[in-house]
């Protein structure tokens, strides 16, 4: 199979002069393999197969996935109780090495052979499970992040479209309150909202106060994109056909933005559950009788000389929630942008050469039985 050159007329556009002849030889298959890859599918089926190609996103997404489980059935949720025997405020009494975890590594991780315990955490001070404190813990932390990203995507989404889509005064006045939003500090808005909704339902007011003043990056975004698709053909034919402008935002317009959208958010998420780390941490964040991880790391800090496992677990779990949402947003990034272009190994160029010699040769074969018939049938 011969490579062909590059076409500076090539959907990927033309490429920097002076680049080595193999490269742009490369480039130039690897455009026409993803084209030919995705021949006859529709934008969700590419969307879909990008992502799922994204190794670090799916397995991402698999960890995430036993995280959330493991947290929401071992411990329970509201009145449901989980399958653990301990709960996050049952307190022992400790003696001696009793504190200790009781989990065991397998050997071939080092360890003395697999172990769960009745601690596998180990306990604090008054005899408290570790294990169900930090799995209420991450609940805790998990609806917190879900809660920011719900509430500042319908807030950024309706700001941004709607200054996008009507601009004038409307596009100035939103632009103008989401400036505004912008110059405070969220940390400081955090510190300030979380102590004033300290109690029972601490948690799921820090939450709201969080996604009250994390929109203004979508909004920005989504005004952008908007700004662009109300010039299109489709939006000048939608409002020929008598369509209201709230289908018109809602119906056409929103659709073609929602990569944008997810990605911002999955990335915001993110950076939620580290904000709530950050203020429950200096203890202006998720109070008492609520847990959460970056409570635990603030109540264990003391004891990260003498019981460290105490300080681990809960650090532990944050940073793979945080890695989990990166790695599944930059695979949705990956999947929504069609400029994305990664030149393809010498294993796939050759997979791709061999596909299309079999496409050739059974291309040759079908001719020449239609040939063959034809004969006969004359």
């Given at each position: ?182 110059t405070i500090p969220v940390l400081v808005l955090g510190a300030v909202l979380g102590a ?138 990956d999947a929504f942008d069609p400029r994305q272009r990664r030149i393809p190994s010498q ?32």
């Open positions: 199979m011969t490579i062909p050159p590059p076409d500076p007329n090539h959907p990927a556009g033309p490429v920097e002069a002076g680049a080595p002849a193999d490269l742009l030889a490369a480039e130039s298959q690897a455009e026409d393999l993803k084209m030919r890859d995705v021949e006859g599918l529709s934008q969700g089926q590419i969307v879909r197969r990008r992502f799922f190609r994204h190794r670090g996103a799916v397995v991402a997404m698999i960890v995430l996935g036993a995280v959330i489980l493991l947290a929401f059935t071992s411990v329970g949720f509201g009145n449901w109780t989980g399958w653990w025997k301990h709960t996050p405020l049952q307190t022992g009494n400790v003696t001696g090495t009793g504190a200790q975890p009781t989990l065991s590594l397998p050997t071939w991780l080092g360890g003395d052979g697999f172990v769960w315990g009745d601690h596998p955490f180990g306990r604090d001070e008054s005899g408290r499970d570790v294990f169900a404190r930090v799995m209420k813990g991450t609940q805790t932390s998990l609806i917190v992040m879900f809660i920011v990203g719900i509430v500042s995507t319908v807030i950024g989404v309706i700001v941004g479209a709607l200054a996008g889509y009507f601009g004038g005064r409307l596009d100035r006045f939103l632009m103008r309150v989401t400036d505004l939003v912008i004033l909704a300290a109690g029972k339902n601490s948690a799921f007011l820090l939450a709201i106060f969080l996604g009250l003043a994390s929109w203004t990056t979508l909004a920005r975004l989504v005004r952008g994109d908007f700004l662009t698709l109300r010039e299109r053909e489709f939006v000048d034919a939608a409002r020929v056909a008598g369509a209201s402008s709230r289908r018109i935002i809602f119906k056409h317009m929103l659709p073609n933005s929602i990569g944008v959208i997810i990605v911002n958010q999955t990335l915001l998420m993110s950076t939620a559950i580290l904000l709530e780390t950050a203020l429950s941490f200096v203890g202006l964040g998720i109070t008492y009788p609520n847990i959460s991880l970056g409570q635990l790391i603030n109540q264990y800090q003391e004891a990260f000389a003498t019981r460290p496992w105490l300080f681990w677990w809960p650090g532990l779990f944050i940073v793979v929630i945080a890695l989990c949402v990166n790695f599944i947003g930059d695979g949705l990034r294993r796939a160029l050759r997979r791709a050469e061999r596909k299309a010699a079999a496409r050739a040769e059974s291309a040759a074969a079908a001719d020449s039985t239609v040939g063959a018939s034809g004969k006969e049938t004359t």
